[in-house]
């Protein structure tokens, strides 16, 4: 039963906070939206330092979100459980022809070519749907891999890599110009070169400079105590002394 499972047990939980309690009563999808993104971005945090204890107790706090709007859906006669778990398992029917019915018929599809055939009241973009609050990171990423996914993609990685060096001569080509319009153009361009070129070599782009940027902060912290221990203070130095330090502190943090 429904109620047993621990959807439904969160479902069950939730009406009885929405009987009792006056601020949960109050909620409306719309209220619980800022909740439900901070919660997401918790878990992500959690996923990120790969604290089993954080990402449980994150994964419980975006199940009572699902639950609240499951809830919702209900007393709106709009969806119940029952309905969104139905919806779900036909996408990923439709998705994964080579898994479920359609592969007895020999239909291969990828994921976004199974999703292009939906069916949605029009003629469906490859590109649409999306997120407009995703990072712009996460924004390029993820529009390269649908693009990807309907065969718009260079065969390995050696595409976009020259794809990068392409961008970044016609950047420096726009610097003498001084177009500041013109600059941010290739700027931009650049970084989405960059992005598909990690995607292209199996690498999550965000991540990737997640572990840069830590990289940088520890490597600044030990520059400025480097800084300090030699007497070289910031603001005074010329980039040159700050730069020697750094190549000390890049040296001595390599294994």
Not at 149 to 174: N, S
Not at 193 to 210: D, M, S, T
Request: aromatic share 6%; net charge negative; glycine share 8%.
């Amino acid at each position: 039963m429904q109620g047993d499972s621990a959807l439904g047990r969160s479902i069950g939980l939730v009406r009885d906070l929405r009987a009792r309690c006056a601020w949960d009563r109050s909620q409306t999808p719309q209220t619980l939206r800022p909740y439900l993104v901070e919660e997401v971005l918790e878990l992500d945090q959690a996923l990120r330092s790969g604290d089993p204890e954080a990402i449980r107790d994150e994964l419980g706090d975006l199940l009572l979100h699902l639950a609240f709007q499951i809830v919702l859906g209900e007393e709106r006669s709009q969806f119940n459980a029952e309905v969104v778990t139905r919806m779900l398992e036909e996408k990923m029917w439709r998705r994964h022809p080579h898994l479920f019915e359609s592969a007895a018929r020999g239909e291969h599809a990828t994921w976004e070519l199974s999703k292009r055939r939906e069916p949605r009241g029009g003629r469906r973009s490859t590109l649409s749907g999306l997120p407009a609050q995703l990072p712009p990171l996460l924004l390029a990423y993820r529009l390269q891999e649908r693009a990807a996914g309907v065969g718009f993609d260079w065969k390995d990685a050696r595409g976009p890599l020259a794809k990068v060096k392409e961008e970044t001569a016609e950047l420096e080509r726009e610097l003498g110009s001084g177009e500041r319009h013109a600059i941010e153009d290739e700027i931009g361009d650049l970084l989405f070169a960059a992005v598909n070129l990690a995607r292209k070599l199996g690498i999550e782009p965000g991540q990737a400079l997640e572990r840069a940027n830590d990289k940088f902060t520890r490597r600044f912290a030990a520059l400025e105590a480097l800084a300090a221990e030699r007497g070289v203070e910031f603001g005074r130095a010329t980039l040159e002394e700050l730069d020697g330090l750094w190549d000390e502190v890049k040296k001595a943090s390599r294994p």
